[in-house]
């Protein structure tokens, strides 16, 4: 065979491999798009100073920064105060939020909080983040993905590592300290955390559901639960 004829054959045959190459991508893009995701979530059925889970976290919870994220639905929607997500230290409660009594949504870092009038949670599950960033103080939360208003918040802090995360209950002293009538019911699960501030495009990513970089204080697929009294984990799809 000539040159010309081998150099021929050799290229008839490496545009059928890049046309098979290409059929198996698209065969395959509809199973990756439609693909579903299940994701523990945690299942507090009543008001209870009992029921909790502790989260063990990745790295120490020494911050200048931060992105929390989780997913929530509760039925105790304008009746009382409800915990979200408590990180005490011996000495502090370092980072709580909380859903107030008037339906808004809070955080407390060592001392008065910030608030912000957003849509109440409600049965329906919502997407939650909050940020921080302590070089100015930019605080904000995201609800299913849209930004609030930002508030300057506890520029220069920092919270402090060496305390120990809890979901379910709110710690009045280390680990102990619980009252029923604060505590969460509800569902709540997907909780991841970052030492840094996610870009607005990130967190609309999380929300539907896109490939984000897993939380390097908290990755919510791996972690470690630590799950005391009445409280269920059940896998739901995403």
Request: glycine content about 8%; aromatic content about 10%; charged content about 20%.
């Amino acid at each position: 065979m000539s040159s010309g004829n081998k150099s021929s054959a050799a290229e008839a045959f490496t545009v059928c491999l890049d046309k098979m190459r290409l059929s198996a991508f698209l065969f395959l893009v509809p199973t990756l798009v439609g693909a579903s995701v299940n994701v523990r979530t945690l299942v507090f059925p009543s008001a209870t100073n009992t029921a909790y889970v502790e989260l063990v976290p990745l790295k120490p919870l020494n911050l200048t920064a931060f992105t929390l994220c989780m997913r929530v639905a509760t039925e105790l929607s304008g009746r009382r105060e409800v915990i979200l997500f408590a990180y005490r230290t011996p000495n502090f409660d370092e980072l709580n939020v909380w859903r107030e009594l008037d339906g808004s949504l809070s955080f407390y870092m060592s001392g008065n909080g910030v608030l912000f009038q957003v849509p109440q949670l409600g049965a329906l599950q919502t997407h939650l983040c909050a940020t921080w960033d302590s070089g100015s103080g930019a605080s904000a939360l995201f609800i299913d993905g849209r930004k609030s208003v930002t508030k300057i918040y506890k520029k220069n802090h920092i919270v402090q590592p060496g305390g120990t995360v809890i979901v379910g209950q709110d710690p009045d002293s280390y680990l102990s300290g619980f009252d029923a009538k604060q505590s969460f019911v509800g569902e709540i699960g997907d909780i991841n955390m970052w030492d840094y501030v996610l870009s607005q495009s990130n967190i609309q990513d999380l929300f539907s559901g896109k490939w984000v970089a897993k939380g390097n204080v908290f990755d919510w697929e791996t972690a470690e639960l630590r799950v005391n009294g009445e409280v269920t984990v059940v896998d739901i799809e995403l």
